[in-house]
């Protein structure tokens, strides 16, 4: 067999902000349909505090993750940040009640939300703020100019963008510099592929959000379940790995309330796969 792909373990946010290429989505650290706190919060504190221990250096949270719950959380598990640690978060949404998602992007939302944000977090300046969601009912050079001023006085440091086209990140970048994309993408969900491959030919990192989507469960005698009998890895491991070797500027944020999933999930960082797999898997 060729040997394994090799990639970085690293990825930059910007100029000047680097992380590792497996970072950890925090959503689950909530109650049920993430709505409030979770249930044993000193649980879901230990699984923040192990991932920064295994090596994550990027965690990627909300303030409607939990209705803010889920930021307090994680200053609560976390604060004072380790060296090198970012936290993300985003504003954007609004929960009207447990099973509703909204887009809500007037300017003056934005700027409260990322204010509470800072407080929730105990932060000054957050790392990498993210426009989570594109409100159609409000001009996008609205929503990100009002993050350009938060920006500017000096609350945020980097600008991300949350589920858009490629269409909307060049409006977007026409006002100001964005550093990230983060949209949902997986091994079995590829509908962002164009978005992915404008951002690496613009070297924009691409956070991949829920990446394990149909990967513990394939079909018998599938690509991914073949793979992982070779490689005597786990079929979600292979799919985590999969992401890794797809691209650069690829980083994806497995999210876990379980300690044994999030061991799992880390350990796929250490997993080579061929060119050949590569291709079984398509690339």
């Excluded at 006002?175 to 992915?196: A, F, G, K, P």
Aim: net charge neutral.
């Amino acid at each position: 067999m060729d040997p394994g792909r090799a990639f970085s373990t690293r990825i930059n946010l910007g100029k000047d902000l680097t992380v590792g290429r497996l970072g950890f989505g925090a959503l689950r650290l909530t109650g049920p349909h993430h709505w409030g706190p979770p249930a044993r919060p000193e649980k879901a504190a230990e699984v923040a505090r192990r991932a920064v221990d295994l090596g994550v250096t990027f965690i990627d949270t909300a303030d409607v993750y939990g209705l803010g719950a889920n930021e307090e959380l994680l200053a609560s598990a976390l604060h004072p940040y380790a060296p090198g640690l970012v936290v993300s978060t985003k504003a954007g949404e609004v929960r009207p009640s447990p099973q509703q998602w909204r887009a809500l992007g007037r300017p003056d939302y934005l700027r409260q939300q990322a204010e509470l944000s800072l407080r929730r977090l105990r932060l000054e300046c957050v790392e990498l703020f993210q426009l989570h969601r594109v409100d159609p009912e409000v001009p996008l050079e609205d929503q990100v100019g009002a993050l350009k001023e938060l920006q500017e006085k000096g609350k945020i440091r980097y600008i991300g963008l949350s589920e858009v086209t490629v269409a909307q990140l060049e409006r977007a970048r026409n006002v100001v510099d964005v550093v990230s994309v983060q949209n949902r993408y997986s091994l079995y969900d590829r509908r962002y592929e164009d978005v992915l491959d404008h951002c690496e030919r613009q070297g924009i990192a691409f956070i991949a959000w829920k990446p394990l989507a149909g990967a513990a469960r394939p079909a018998e005698g599938s690509a991914l379940a073949q793979v992982a009998a070779e490689t005597g890895a786990t079929t979600t491991q292979v799919a985590l790995s999969w992401l890794l070797h797809r691209s650069p500027v690829m980083m994806p944020i497995p999210g876990t309330s379980s300690l044994s999933h999030l061991h799992a999930n880390m350990a796929a960082a250490d997993i080579r796969l061929t060119d050949e797999q590569m291709e079984r898997l398509g690339v």
